[in-house]
């Protein structure tokens, strides 16, 4: 073999199949934009444009704000996207630290009683409850109708504490006797030395607990009146069953809905988990690939 030999996948692509990569490329991107595109473009249309052309418009001849203006002063889409956010900020909040603390313990040696409680979540991810065994928890606990029901239930998800464990369990060993030495005790120790290390897997654990919280609408319909709908709730009852909110009958079918407010429904309820998305990428990669290598 010659020393200027390479291994065939160090070899520089051919043009063609460079070409076939950037086309392949394009239309991953155009499958993806463009119905971001026509959802945005017919919210952003009038009504009778949109009747005009089927039904989606590709892009608006006369951009017009009505429909934002018609949904944001009803009040229910209002109120109902402050309820999304409270749920997220808290529930994220509150799951990142039940899943910090406990991935701490767990990923710990010797830890009292460690391996059973680690096999008794592993057993909740392979045998989830029920819907009906679930309900009636929720019921009896007394948080039927109150927002503790959509995020008590899910508190700790059992991908993110192992990833979270994996993370912790990569950290140096030598860190960890070093503060001890310093006379640091646990909640120090997870205080001034994980958690400064871990910021990207707790920056992608806490990405997937808010895109959980903020796209949870199934345990909205199950546990809370209609009054107190989170956003993604209100959008099914725009975009799937059809029907228009009014403020005194929230959920009650009325006139339809039209496909322009449809339409901005959905650009509200998904803009704002895109934005903080950015912020995160350069976390993400690392954050997970670390968590589940060293797991």
């Known amino acids: 073999m010659s020393a200027h030999a390479r291994p065939g996948w160090m070899e520089k692509p051919k043009p063609a199949t460079q070409v076939a990569k950037v086309l392949a490329l394009i239309a991953v991107v155009l499958l993806v934009c463009v119905p971001f595109l026509v959802i945005l473009s017919t919210s952003l249309a009038s009504q009778r444009e949109v009747v005009a052309n089927g039904g989606w418009v590709l892009w608006p001849t006369d951009p017009t704000l009505k429909a ?98 994996g993370f912790f369990q990569a950290i140096p060993e030598e860190l960890y006797e070093a503060a001890r030495l310093d006379g640091a005790g646990d909640w120090r120790v997870l205080w001034s030395v994980v958690l400064p290390l871990s910021k990207a897997a707790l920056a992608v654990v806490g990405l997937f607990y808010a895109v959980a919280y903020w796209n949870s609408w199934f345990y909205a319909s199950l546990y809370l009146e209609s009054d107190h709908w989170p956003l993604q709730q209100v959008l099914r009852t725009y975009v799937v069953a059809g029907s228009g909110l009014t403020d005194t009958t929230v959920g009650e079918a009325t006139v339809n809905a039209p496909q322009t407010v449809q339409m901005a429904v959905l650009v509200i309820a998904t803009v704002p988990i895109l934005l903080v998305y950015p912020f995160l990428q350069k976390y993400f990669t690392k954050g997970v690939l670390t968590g589940a290598i060293k797991s």
């Open 68 to 165: 934002y203006r018609d949904i944001l002063e009803g009040g229910i889409v209002t109120h109902a996207l402050g309820v999304s956010a409270g749920v997220t900020v808290v529930g994220t909040l509150l799951s990142l630290a039940c899943t910090v603390t406990l991935a701490y313990a767990l990923s710990r040696p010797g830890v009292f009683g460690g391996k059973p409680v680690l096999i008794l979540v592993l057993f909740t991810f392979l045998f989830p409850p029920g819907m009906i065994p679930s309900f009636l928890v929720v019921k009896e606990l007394g948080l039927l109708d109150s927002y503790s029901s959509l995020i008590l239930p899910v508190l700790v998800n059992v991908f993110n504490l192992v990833v979270l464990r």
